[in-house]
């Protein structure tokens, strides 16, 4: 799930109901071990914002280490996106899609060696929904009974430290209750929010982001080091059916995409997950077979801060998407690798539509009138803000003209925070105008495109919402999805919600993508998933 808040500049299935996502080596030199079973290899990702820990995971470049650590309750199909029962769980079943009876297969430990039990699970999900901890991922537990115990003002304690809808039956099998029916729940257990942490996090939870222990294909036999990276190895007593294939990957840490690409094409670099917008023309003809390119679930947006005076009339905000050619900044900078967005879902989700957004079609007449009504002061530029080092600057800039020249609002480029610090500034209200904000599904269900990045529950620090966006009448709907009994009733009550948020318009859509990707001679079988991860275990080392 290169899930949630994306860095990069790149880029995405629908399905059924069951549907989920879910130093070292480098180059040459690391080849030498060459051949199925051996060699490590080296990997892009930019600096994580967080500790190593899943719940508190909830951006794109700590989530791909994650993933190599841990194994989720269910996985995701490469083709389908189906969710598919290889993961820990042996099945996720109910009789009332409401109280969900979630049994684990045998033989999955922790890299400690310690084993992956139904307490693991419950003691990781009570720990990550309780506001005290301050988890990013805890509005993932919201529709679980007791969430609400478990919540409190800063500074306070809430009235529990166990959410009632938990309970262990025996060592491989827990119980999970929510406040409405589900029928998509299993969908959602292959997310990071969702992956069981052992006796060694509670122990010291501060040492445990610096090296993790998770029950993953590859473990952490050192500590992460900001701005380096970290070298994983292959988890020799894995419980999945299987390892990894490479004996460790090398995730570096770049500040710039540039830098990393012009490492890859030098082959110091094996793998990146992401092509700078300006060498995507040529970058077909210097990789051939070894540049590939697959659908991914994401979304750029335009997010507008609805706490700022200037932005917190929604006509204010649909004038500024209306005055946005999204078809040329995609035809120039993109070369083809965007398509607009007129819709906050996802082409690769079932529900989505082409035509949603009236207020994502070039209309600079209307723009300029429904600004004027706004009494929105022109004098005065706009901050446009964006993280440094991904490759967004030129597009940024390109927005910023157009308003300039179809609203007449002079612009000023705000780029020069890093990932790791842009995403804490967008959670502390700190965004002094329209922002870069990029999301790619966790699971792909319709619920996940709108719900952690718009939806009350999902306001910082529990979640993604950082518009600070706040609708009864948006989170009612999204809760009538959760609770349909089918996936059509689902989707009609989604897609109402959808139009209540096009109304209001806290994000302007802007572009959906492609995962547009390379690797060295180095390795084979690099494969980037529609969740934007590379799927790290499976990479061959040397030749086949």
């Known amino acids: ?176 209750t929510l406040t409405e029916p589900y029928a998509q729940f299993p969908t959602t257990l292959g997310y990071t929010a969702f992956f069981p ?65 012009n490492d890859l094409q030098a082959g110091s670099l094996d793998v990146v997950d992401q092509i700078p917008p300006d060498a995507i023309a040529s970058a077909e003809d210097q990789f051939g077979e070894r540049f590939k390119t697959t659908p991914r679930g994401d979304i750029t947006s335009l997010g507008f801060p609805t706490y700022d005076e200037r932005f917190a009339d929604p006509q204010v905000r649909r004038a500024f998407s209306m005055a946005i050619d999204r078809q040329a900044i995609t035809d120039a900078i993109f070369q083809g690798s965007r398509t607009p967005a007129a819709s906050f879902v996802s082409p690769v989700i079932d529900g989505h539509r082409e035509d949603a957004c009236d207020a994502c079609e070039l209309n600079v007449e209307e723009a300029n009138r429904l600004l004027e009504e706004a009494g929105f002061d022109k004098s005065e530029p706009v901050d446009l803000w964006f993280n440094a080092g991904a490759g967004h600057e030129e597009w940024m800039q390109a927005v910023g003209n157009q308003l300039r020249e179809n609203l007449g609002v002079e612009y000023q480029l705000r780029g020069d925070l890093q990932f790791a610090e842009y995403l804490p500034k967008q959670d502390e209200k700190g965004m002094t105008g329209p922002f870069r904000s990029g999301w790619i599904m966790d699971y792909p269900v319709m619920e996940n495109m709108l719900g952690p990045t718009y939806s009350t529950a999902a306001l910082p620090p529990a979640g993604s919402n950082v518009t600070f966006y706040s609708n009864e009448e948006f989170d009612a709907k999204l809760q009538e999805g959760n609770a349909a009994d089918s996936i059509d009733a689902a989707i009609q009550a989604y897609q109402e919600a959808e139009d209540l948020l096009l109304a209001d318009m806290p994000a302007a859509p802007l572009f959906f993508g492609l995962v547009q990707y390379a690797h060295s001679e180095n390795v084979s079988d690099v494969y980037v998933n529609s969740f934007g991860r590379v799927e790290v275990e499976d990479v061959v080392v040397g030749s086949e």
């Open 1 to 176: 799930m290169r899930t949630k808040r994306i860095a990069g500049t790149a880029v995405v299935l629908s399905g059924a109901l069951l549907l989920t996502a879910c130093g070292g080596g480098g180059g040459g030199e690391a080849g030498a071990d060459g051949g199925d079973g051996g060699g490590t290899f080296s990997a892009y990702i930019g600096e994580p914002e967080n500790p190593l820990v899943p719940g508190n995971t909830s951006e794109t470049e700590g989530g791909q280490v994650v993933d190599a650590l841990w194994t989720g309750l269910v996985e995701y199909d490469r083709e389908s996106n189906e969710a598919v029962y290889t993961g820990v769980a042996e099945s996720v079943e109910s009789e009332d899609q409401k109280t969900w009876t979630v049994s684990l297969k045998d033989g999955w430990t922790f890299h400690d060696g310690t084993p992956v039990t139904a307490q693991s699970y419950v003691d990781t999900w009570n720990y990550v929904a309780n506001s005290t901890n301050a988890q990013g991922n805890s509005y993932f537990f919201a529709n679980v009974e007791g969430y609400e115990d478990l919540q409190a003002e800063e500074g306070q304690e809430p009235a529990g430290t166990e959410m009632s809808g938990l309970e262990v039956v025996d060592d491989t099998t827990f119980r999970v």
């Open 197 to 261: 942490l052992p006796q060694a996090f509670f122990d010291d939870p501060e040492g445990f982001g610096e090296q993790p222990v998770g029950n993953g294909p590859f473990k952490a036999d050192e500590a992460f080091q900001e701005g380096q990276g970290i070298t994983l190895t292959r988890y020799e007593e894995f419980g999945g059916e299987e390892p990894a294939k490479a004996a460790g990957v090398e995730f570096r840490v770049y500040t710039e995409i540039n830098t990393a690409y």
